[in-house]
């Protein structure tokens, strides 16, 4: 392994808590898992993860993403996701440190860089290994942790320059579509914000394409390329999403859950359950959430 990455690794063992430990510094995050677990049902806001040790499995949309020590995962887009630990045990868990990402911080910095020529329309999401500047950064910003008198200075400027080395770096094309304003990518943003406030109402493609200012197929296209999804499998993945998260942590029913994320047919609700997880829902309301109860303790 890597010095750097084991220097961190180490720090981030030593420092963080099973789960997630949130640091002094508000942005910034640190994973610790000892066990090989699935994990519940999330959307990504803007972000960049460093995997320190171990191995961690995404799906988003019908796109699988495998990351270990060494590689960057950034998401620019409100994304849902499925996770997985792959690799993790008591002696070697799965480390990782992350760091929301500040659209302003993203903005500034843009202005200041050579202009892209043309717009590109990739995905909102990508995994790179990490280059030696970047991990540099990272080093010293954990450094912190250990200097609380240097923190309320150093903190913001590190922030600054790990998003800059990102910039600079193969994902720079994916993280400034945080910044990119007045073009189709924030189009596209507007559409993912009215989706997730309103995911449990229907609507029509159309409608929602209008309301970006988009016509119905470039929206479609466009959705499709960024977040790996078109408009309704998004909607019907944050639907399930959030009725799994409901079933594993409330006591609710598979019916009452079903009907909380806007399904009015339970038979239909439970076969999209099943085929998206590959279990039915009365068996996770059974014996899942013992499970997950168990896996988190």
Known sequence: MDETIADLASKVAKKGQEGLTQTAMPNVGLYKVSRCIELLPETYRPVVSLIL??????????EVLTYRAGDTFTAALELPVLGKITQAS???????????????????????????????????FAVNPAGRDLLDAWSRMLRLIDRPAEMRIMAPLLEREIVYRLLLGPQGVVLKQVAAAGSTISQIRNALALIGENYASPFKVEDLARAVGMSPSAFHRRFKA?????????????????????????????????????????????????????TPPMREVRTGRMDWQDSVS
Do not use: C, H, W
Not at 91 to 106: E, F, H, K, N, Q
Not at 245 to 270: I, K, N
């Open 90 to 124: 008591a002696d070697r868990p799965y480390l990782a440190i992350s760091l929301a990402i500040d659209p302003g911080i993203v903005s500034d910095l843009v202005l200041n860089m050579p202009d892209p020529t043309g717009e590109a329309y990739r995905k909102g």
């Open 226 to 278: 960024a977040t790996g999804m078109a408009p309704l499998q998004y909607q019907k993945t944050l639907r399930l999403y959030e009725a799994r998260r409901l079933l594993l942590t409330e006591p609710l029913s598979a019916t009452s859950a079903a009907f909380s994320v806007g399904y009015q047919s339970g038979s239909q609700f439970s076969r999209e359950y099943r085929r998206m997880f590959g």
């Open 53 to 62: 040790q171990g191995e961690k499995r995404l799906l988003i949309g019908d």
